[in-house]
Structures are given as C-alpha cells and as structure tokens.
C-alpha cells in the first residue's frame, strides 16, 4: 500500500508491557520502527473498552472507566502512536449508553488536559535548542513535543532542562547552568511525545523570572521541524499508571 500502517503487537492498551518499552519510530516496519528506514509506516494500537478481551457487544459487560483508559491514551498516544480505541456496537445498531460515556469522558479529559499548553514554543525550524522562559506561579507537569511529520521524523535525540537564562546557553556548558534535568535520554518523538514528569513544578519565587525550561536536540537527520514544544499543567483525574 501507498501508506502502510504497523500494529503496535498488543490488544491490551499496554504495548510498553506487553511489547517493549523503546522508542517508536514512524519509519519502518517492526512493532518499534527503524530509523534507518526510508519507509513512512505508522504505529497503530488497538485497545478493548471492554474489560474483558472482547470485540462484540455483549450486554452487562463491563467497560473500562475513565481512570484506567488514561494510562492506555499516555501508552500509545503518547508514544507517537495512533489509537484506534474499539466501538462495540450494540443489537440495535447503537453505541451502548455506558460505553458512550467513557468515550466522552475520555474526550473532554484530553481536551482538558492537552487541548491548550500553558506556556509552548510552536513550529520552530531548524533549532537544536529551544528555550521557553519560564514565568513565576506557572505549574506543569507534563511536556509535550511534536515533529511535523509532512517533513519525516527527524530528531534522534534530545534532553530538556530546567536551566538558569544568562542568555548564552550553549552545550558544552551547559552543565554549569542546568538547575536540574527534566528528561535526560529522549529518543524518538514524531506524532506526539508525552513526558509524564511525576510531580508538579511551581516557582513562586522571583527569582525564577531568570529560569527556561531548555530542549536540547543533540541528534537529528536534518533541520528538527518542531510543531509543538510545550509545557502542561496537571490535570485531573490523574493516570493511574
């Protein structure tokens, strides 16, 4: 096919258990990609809502609640794949009133939690570092970053840091100004990657008007196209994986 697409090797919603917790690549075939490959070839998960392992309607099953999807939507989503989440549809030809109420849930939940960045650098060209000052009172959680892929997955990989702004970072010294590392080892990003930081930051002291958070792109196979570099506060309910 002109566009060929992958499984990501799990039905479960948890391909970073079940299949390996590497880096996805859009190009190449294989659960994981290569990036070596020319070839553009999606990552696709598809996960039940039911709790069972089921595909069909069945009546007084079970379906998973907004509280366990959250996990399965940072499993595959944000790790650059595609989730083709199941409709089970019922006998008359309806989406069930309960399954109809996760999907909405889950819905207004990535909205909510994704749908505005609280502070974002977008469609950035050709900049190995990305620097977003960093406010006081402004709390986040999670970062997200995203390649325009019209132009292929390019960056290799990547740190981000919480870094003092003199107005000359560059990295080799780096390692005199950075505060602290939000992410030390990042790889592939493509569609979307979602970095869960497991706790929230908020500087309330003025002194931190002098502080950024830093992307550093170290390795890449061209001029990095970024869409989206962006800081996100908590939100709620919390994943619980």
């Not at 309607?57 to 650059?80: A, N, W």
């Not at 309960?98 to 505005?116: D, K, P, S």
């Amino acid at each position: 096919p002109s566009n060929p697409s992958q499984w990501c090797g799990t039905e479960s919603g948890f391909p970073s258990r079940d299949v390996g917790s590497g880096p996805i690549w859009q190009t190449g075939t294989g659960f994981f990609g290569d990036p070596s490959s020319t070839q553009w070839v999606d990552k696709f998960c598809d996960p039940q809502l039911f709790r069972d392992h089921m595909w069909f309607y069945e009546p007084h099953k079970e379906v998973k609640s907004l509280e366990e999807m959250i996990p399965i939507y940072h499993d595959i989503v944000g790790r650059g794949m595609i989730m083709e989440l199941a409709f089970a549809i019922n006998r008359e030809g309806l989406v069930d009133s309960t399954h109809e109420t996760v999907y909405w849930q889950l819905g207004e939940w990535v909205r909510n939690c994704y749908g505005t960045p609280v502070l974002s650098k977008q469609n950035t060209v050709g900049e190995q570092i990305v620097k977003i000052p960093l406010p006081p009172n402004t709390p986040f959680d999670r970062i997200i970053l995203e390649e325009d892929v019209a132009v292929g997955q390019r960056i290799r990989n990547y740190t981000i840091a919480l870094v003092y702004d003199d107005n000359s970072y560059q990295p080799p010294k780096a390692q005199d100004i950075v505060v602290f590392t939000l992410v030390s080892n990042g790889t592939s990003v493509g569609r979307k990657r979602i970095h869960l930081l497991g706790k929230a930051y908020l500087f309330s002291d003025m002194q931190f008007r002098n502080y950024s958070v830093v992307l550093t792109i170290t390795g890449e196979i061209g001029p990095p196209h970024l869409s989206m570099f962006g800081l996100y506060k908590p939100c709620h309910p919390e994943s619980t994986g």
